[in-house]
């Protein structure tokens, strides 16, 4: 396992070093290869990328951040490439072993990201993307600021879009049922200040604009 984490890790270090179209699109294709051992639609990362990017922009970030923001958001599950299949697939309940593999997605992306400043945004994501602003959240129960806005940011828009998509295992909420569960766990689950750019932006339609133009 030591040596694929290596491999991955070269193969993404040699994308992020020239960040030109086709190597964001192979970045796109690497997330997409994860979603779709995991049974998730295409749509998957591109939603992420632009609900990330536009809440980003609406909290009113710095230029320099968005831009390096969405390439990297889009690797929040690259951890799952070391999830077995009898797990990512399972049609009904995980036991507490297979809970507990499934929680480990988030390290495992941490290990294959590396130290290289290429992915340092992209592995606080891959890391503490399932990190809960109240400190109730994994791997490590980070909790408010500690936990990195970019990391914030991509949980509540990775939260949004499972809960608006079809899975094996749920049927798609509706874009008005989502709202409500993102604005309800304000300061327990999510950041009050990206709930706050989210509320915006779906108040003037730019959230459902983004997932229809995605889908």
Known sequence: MIKSFEVMRHKLQNIFKKLTNDNIEALFMLA?????RDDETGSHVLHIN???????????LKESFIKELGPSSILHDVGKIHIPDY????????????????????L????????????HLAKEIARWHHENFDGTGYPDGL????????A???????????????RRYKSAWSDQQAYNQIVNH??????????EAF?????????????NRYT
Request: charged content about 35%; glycine content about 8%.
């Open 32 to 36: 997409r290869a994860c979603e779709v």
């Open 87 to 106: 797990i990512l697939k399972k049609q009904g309940y995980f036991t507490n072993r297979e809970r507990a593999e499934m929680k480990k997605h988030p």
């Open 50 to 60: 632009r609900f990330s990017t536009a809440l980003a922009k609406e909290i009113g």
């Open 143 to 150: 909790k408010g600021e500690a936990i990195p806005i970019s």
């Open 199 to 211: 509320k915006r932006l779906f108040e003037r339609g730019d959230i459902r604009e983004i997932k």
């Open 108 to 119: 495992y992306g941490d290990r294959i990201l590396g130290d290289s400043e290429f992915f």
């Open 186 to 195: 304000s300061g327990t689950y999510f950041d009050p200040l990206v709930v």
């Open 152 to 166: 914030r940011i991509v949980r509540l828009a990775d939260t949004y879009d499972a809960l608006v998509s079809k």
